[in-house]
């Protein structure tokens, strides 16, 4: 069993249930897993492995999840890494090369930290706009399209995840 830190930054929230479910799927494998805001995340180096997304917005990460990340690229020890970002995406299959689902700079730390996997989930339209440009979007958006996370998607990333966290701790 492994100790791992999910951890995210998120504006509206939805990356918080893409985190969430990692998490829980974490725990069903039987890994011990905690899930914490990337903000408020304990020190990284307390686990045996991370787990770090974020929501993009204008090709970058939030903040938060930049500066976890930022403190990551610090510890010595190379800690097993997963970088997951998620973007409102108004179709099911985001690119995954796109700048503004995957940003390039967290792709070329998550290469130079060694993250075992990076990848882009769909997120959520935000149902309570707070900007111009959210509200465009919601308008422009089919209802149907507003939500294009997938979270049968998420958790066989995470049941992935557990697997490969399970044979290394019995090599």
């Given at each position: 069993?492994?100790?791992?830190?999910v951890?995210?930054?998120?504006?509206?929230?939805?990356?918080?249930?893409?985190?969430?479910?990692?998490?829980?799927?974490?725990?069903?494998?039987?890994?011990?897993?905690?899930?914490?805001p990337?903000?408020?995340?304990?020190?990284p180096?307390?686990?045996?492995a991370?787990?770090?997304g974020?929501?993009v917005?204008?090709?970058?990460?939030?903040?938060?999840?930049?500066?976890?990340l930022?403190?990551?690229?610090?510890?010595d020890?190379?800690?097993?890494?997963?970088?997951?970002s998620?973007?409102?995406?108004?179709?099911?299959?985001?690119d995954?090369?796109s700048?503004?689902m995957?940003?390039t700079?967290?792709?070329?730390?998550?290469?130079?930290?060694g993250?075992?996997?990076?990848?882009?989930?769909?997120?959520?339209?935000p149902?309570?706009?707070?900007?111009?440009?959210?509200?465009?979007?919601?308008?422009?958006t089919?209802?149907?399209?507003?939500?294009a996370?997938?979270f049968?998607?998420?958790?066989?990333?995470?049941?992935?995840?557990?697997?490969?966290?399970?044979?290394?701790?019995?090599a």
């Amino acid at each position: 069993m492994s100790h791992v830190l999910v951890s995210y930054g998120t504006k509206h929230g939805a990356t918080a249930e893409i985190a969430e479910r990692i998490g829980a799927t974490l725990r069903e494998q039987g890994h011990d897993a905690v899930v914490a805001p990337a903000g408020e995340a304990p020190d990284p180096a307390a686990f045996d492995a991370v787990v770090l997304g974020s929501a993009v917005y204008m090709g970058r990460w939030r903040r938060d999840a930049r500066a976890l990340l930022k403190r990551l690229s610090r510890q010595d020890g190379g800690l097993p890494l997963w970088l997951f970002s998620s973007g409102p995406g108004a179709d099911d299959t985001p690119d995954p090369g796109s700048r503004w689902m995957h940003p390039t700079k967290v792709r070329k730390a998550g290469e130079r930290l060694g993250a075992r996997d990076q990848v882009v989930f769909g997120g959520r339209i935000p149902p309570e706009p707070g900007n111009f440009m959210e509200r465009s979007m919601l308008k422009k958006t089919p209802e149907d399209k507003r939500d294009a996370r997938d979270f049968e998607a998420i958790g066989a990333w995470a049941r992935g995840i557990a697997e490969e966290l399970r044979r290394a701790s019995n090599a």
